[in-house]
């Protein structure tokens, strides 16, 4: 039995690719996080998948940090297990406490990630946590990438995420979102986004299209 497996843990998500658990790691508590077996897939290949996307994960959590956006610590990782143990964050759910100043912070966040062609994969407000700071979590779908289009899928995805759970609050939230993004990504670089965007939902891949906010159509 590996160090990480050993330790009493309790299930608090049951999810389709990981479970989530609470623990404690050397007396601190601790989120562990397990990428779920696949029973369709040949028993050593799903291995190799799910080991290499729990080293992914570690690594871009750490990575994350340099680009200036507060993620968990990671504490432990467990190849054999396909498990990371990192640090608990506690606070509130952004996407129960959603405002303006928040939207603000977290395009900043979105923009230092693509600054260094970090996408998230899942930028969601579910995935931000408010405490002492704000926090991103679960990078279990990022990935490196200098691809326009990678990064408006990310800001296609928050827009959505607006549309529909904060509908009456969308233009001040998503303008305020462009507005943390521009800042660290430029006027140029959140036009060419935003154009990729339009792009994308021109295609019919996502919900139907949604405008921008008024300050940022000149970017169109």
């Not at 309790?10 to 007396?27: D, Q």
């Not at 077996?37 to 729990?54: A, F, Q």
């Not at 939902?201 to 906010?213: F, K, N």
Request: aromatic letters at 10%; proline letters at 2%.
């Amino acid at each position: 039995m590996t160090i990480a497996a050993s330790r009493k843990k309790t299930l608090i998500k049951k999810g389709a690719e990981a479970n989530i658990y609470i623990t404690n790691w050397y007396e601190k508590k601790a989120i562990t996080k397990v990428r779920a077996v696949k029973p369709y897939r040949h028993k050593s290949l799903d291995t190799e998948i799910r080991s290499r996307r729990t080293f992914r994960e570690a690594h871009m959590l750490s990575v994350a940090k340099t680009a200036g956006v507060f993620s968990p610590f990671v504490y432990f990782v467990d190849p054999a297990a396909c498990e990371i143990v990192m640090e608990f964050i506690s606070g509130k759910n952004a996407k129960d406490i959603m405002n303006a100043g928040l939207s603000r912070q977290m395009g900043k966040y979105a923009g230092f990630l693509h600054s260094k062609n970090i996408v998230h994969g899942d930028l969601t407000t579910s995935n931000f946590i408010v405490g002492n700071r704000l926090v991103l979590v679960d990078f279990g779908l990022s990935f490196y990438s200098e691809r326009l289009e990678d990064k408006a899928v990310d800001v296609r995805l928050i827009k959505e995420i607006y549309s529909s759970a904060h509908f009456a609050l969308f233009e001040s939230l998503f303008e305020n979102f462009l507005s943390g993004y521009s800042d660290i990504m430029g006027e140029r670089g959140t036009r060419k986004v935003l154009e990729k965007v339009s792009d994308i939902e021109g295609r019919g891949r996502y919900a139907p299209h949604v405008d921008e906010p008024k300050k940022f159509e000149h970017m169109l």
